[in-house]
């Protein structure tokens, strides 16, 4: 079982860990800062280091209560110690896209109640498809707009944990479609300011502020009930 470090610690950019598995140019450490693909955040990359050799970390997925990093090459072995470094860069662009959403799916879902049916944060946009019967491309810009003016209150983003019992107490704790896994009994919960709480178990910046400018981008009838919103983090 790898114990996952970015679920507490958003901002840890080196780590030091055993490795636990070998499956070609797979590995399982016991711990790992790394996030793998989930929740329509994009996985890291960085490098594992041991001695003086170099290991590129090229994709991470989950596995079961496992992290699998796959490496550019082989050559470690159950036992070794390494130490992780993550694309910071990287990770920095996907933890302000992930906290992005958050607000603007809030911002949607009280305007409209539309609740989110898929989304995917790229390093250069961000999309997020929500169930909702009119379609309103001004309104959608009108809600970027509205996101940024949140954003500019500077809120702070904190990490909790709650009983699943205890988490749905919260109203709308879950904006997705879908809703939660049956199976996940302690809930993470994402909070910013007195704005929004909301389960998740993705990255996040530690104030809105940090996010930048949001930019929109399009808006598109996907279909019956199916609208999509791109926008992006304008560069700075």
Excluded: C
């Excluded at 590995?27 to 170099?54: C, E, M, R, V, W």
């Excluded at 607000?103 to 989304?119: C, F, P, Q, W």
């Amino acid at each position: 079982m790898t114990e996952a470090l970015y679920l507490k610690d958003h901002y840890l950019k080196e780590f030091e860990a055993t490795v636990l598995k070998v499956e070609g140019n797979f590995i399982i450490l016991n711990k790992s800062g790394f996030y793998p693909s989930s929740g329509g955040q994009l996985h890291d990359t960085g490098k594992l280091i041991k001695d003086n050799q170099i290991f590129n970390v090229i994709f991470v997925k989950k596995l079961s209560q496992d992290i699998s990093h796959e490496v550019d090459k082989p050559g470690l072995k159950p036992g070794d110690k390494v130490k992780g470094i993550i694309d910071w860069e990287r990770r920095y662009k996907l933890m302000k896209a992930h906290t992005s959403a958050h607000i603007v799916s809030e911002i949607i879902h009280r305007n409209t109640l539309a609740l989110i049916t898929g989304n995917q944060f790229y390093l250069d946009k961000i999309r997020i498809d929500f169930s909702l019967e009119n379609f309103d491309k001004e309104k959608f810009k009108h809600y970027i707009e509205e996101a940024n003016q949140i954003i500019q209150q500077d809120l702070p983003i904190t990490i909790s944990f709650a009983t699943r019992q205890d988490a749905f107490k919260i109203p709308q704790v879950s904006k997705l479609a879908k809703g939660l896994p049956d199976f996940i009994e302690n809930i993470r919960l994402v909070k910013i300011g007195d704005f929004d709480i909301q389960a998740d178990g993705g990255t996040h910046v530690n104030s809105t502020k940090e996010i930048g400018t949001l930019e929109f981008i399009n808006a598109e009838n996907k279909g019956k009930n199916n609208r999509r919103l791109y926008y992006k983090i304008k560069d700075e």
